[in-house]
């Protein structure tokens, strides 16, 4: 399997090169030349297949000659023996065609959990192969963060320092970060919020000399290929638990780099029968606004309840937009050119094409409590924010009156207690067993301060050996 950038101008890579690759040469992102397809039989078949080995029929065909199946197998039993279900990703039933698919069952309580579990032990294992080490850095306002750290935390070949903004992420949050033990894990606090956390990320990425020549500098946003492709499996997961490819069924999904949905998307292309795609997102609502204006354009920011889906720009909409412009790399070069200069416009083909498979819907706020509140009074279920935005979309849409709606519910409603408390229904939602000692232990954080250098200096005096 190839890999090509979404701009035409970077060469195509496997997928181990991939793996350790964040975006292409050419400011593109990175994309299979061509897709597995599934044939209907193929898909009804794996109805009987658990989580793991769904996954591993999923993801062979991406990673090609790269790792073979043996070790693969292995890599993908250990990354979901560590989810606390059985099912790995359960299905909840809310109402006549409702349905939620819990992906908050891993370590860090949120659907990042399924890639980064993944992504780590892949990145480990090649590594151990070319016998390389390299530095993971990212920034996070939240569940980026801790879901990198557990997915790094017993990885030889990787140190992981994460910046967050010093004071400025929720409690529950930074500790899921600074609680895990692990020599290669460094929990940076900057005195300086988050788009300064970022800022230096991108620049250290810009220039590595801080690092030694033998440490590559890897990224674990939701720009690496292989993020997106573990999260194609749940989709066929629930879609053939509900009698896909007999029945075509549509997902609702809480948006933010449109990463997840993104996943979505190429389930359909792989031959799953999605009739359609809900994005659903709170204030920032950049994509609803491309989907209903045709205009895709950054404004400011705002900080909702739903956290970890306040952003500005949705760096995956990039790998969409490839497709709607018939993989004309030169094409996508030259309106992500245009976008850095300003708002741009969607062809009237791009956008058309785009609605008859997406549909979108803003949420604020209120809407995401008295969507908590509801579903809490009709059947006793605990929304967290962001999978009550999805829930919300899901009704509104109006396609449950046809085929089945699955939400997925992106965290657990314990990550984001504040939110269930302004929903007023007197129910505190509780942290899982695995986690009621959090605030007992101990912490490990860097504060340092809004200084670049200070930062590099940090990394570069505390790499393993
Ligand atoms: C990251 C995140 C999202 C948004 O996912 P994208 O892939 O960025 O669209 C939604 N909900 C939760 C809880 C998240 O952590």
């Known amino acids: 399997m190839k890999y090509i950038s979404t701009r035409g101008g970077a060469p195509a890579l496997d997928f181990e090169q991939v793996l350790l690759t964040g975006l292409a040469q050419d400011g593109g992102l990175y994309l299979p030349e061509t897709l597995p397809r599934f044939s209907a039989d193929e898909i ?3 109805a009987e297949l658990d989580y793991p080995q769904l996954a591993q029929r999923i993801i062979e065909p991406f990673v090609g000659d790269c790792i073979p199946a043996a070790d693969l197998q292995q890599i993908i039993v250990d990354t ?48 151990e192969r070319r016998h390389q080490k390299v530095v993971i850095m990212g920034a996070t306002s939240g569940d980026t963060g801790s879901a990198a750290i557990e997915g790094c935390k017993r990885c030889k070949n990787i140190d992981i320092f994460i910046l967050h903004p010093h004071e400025r992420v929720s409690e529950v949050q930074r500790r899921q970060m600074t609680t895990v033990v692990g020599d290669n894990i460094h929990n940076l606090a900057i005195q300086g ?20 020549d033998d440490r590559r500098l890897v990224a674990v946003n939701s720009i690496n290929w292989a993020r997106i492709m573990a999260q194609i499996v749940y989709y066929f997961y629930a879609a053939v638990a509900l009698g896909a490819p007999a029945r075509p069924l549509a997902f609702s999904v809480p948006t933010g780099n449109f990463g997840d949905i993104f996943a979505g998307y190429l389930a359909r292309q792989m031959g799953l029968p999605v009739a359609r795609l809900i994005i659903a997102t709170n204030r920032n609502d950049v994509l609803h606004r491309v989907m209903t204006t045709a205009t895709y354009g ?16 949705s760096s995956n909409f990039e790998r969409l937009l490839f497709d709607l412009y018939d993989r004309d790399g030169a094409a996508i070069a030259a309106l992500m050119s245009d ?28 809407e995401t409590c008295a969507q908590i509140a509801a579903t809490w009074q ?9 999978s009550a935005i999805g829930v919300k979309a899901a ?27 302004r929903a007023g229904i007197g ?20 504060v340092l301060p809004l200084d670049l250098s200070a930062v590099q200096t940090f990394m570069a005096n505390n790499l393993g050996a």
């Open 298 to 313: 950054r404004q400011t920011l705002e900080h909702t309840l739903s956290p970890s889906m306040d952003i500005t720009v």
């Open 395 to 421: 009704l509104a849409s109006g396609l449950g009156a046809e085929i089945p709606v699955v939400t997925l519910a992106t965290a657990h409603p314990a990550k984001f207690p504040q939110a269930v408390t």
């Open 378 to 386: 009709d059947c006793e279920y605990l929304l967290d924010p962001h």
């Open 339 to 366: 976008f850095d200069r300003g708002d741009i416009q969607l062809s009237d083909a791009a956008i058309s094409r785009a609605r008859s498979l997406f549909s979108s819907y803003r949420v604020p706020d209120e």
């Open 80 to 127: 979901y023996a560590v989810f606390r279900h059985n099912a790995v990703a359960p299905l909840v039933q809310l109402g006549h065609n409702q349905w939620v698919l819990e992906l908050f069952h891993g370590p860090t309580l949120a659907f990042k959990d399924f890639a980064l579990q993944l992504l780590g032990r892949l990145l480990d294992y090649v590594l």
């Open 193 to 212: 919020n988050f788009d300064d956390c970022q800022a230096m990320v991108k620049a250290s990425f810009g220039d590595r000399s801080f690092l030694p």
């Open 44 to 46: 009804a078949a794996m």
């Open 427 to 446: 129910a505190e939602p509780a942290l899982p067993l695995h986690l009621v000692d959090l605030f007992d232990r101990r912490e490990r954080c860097e």
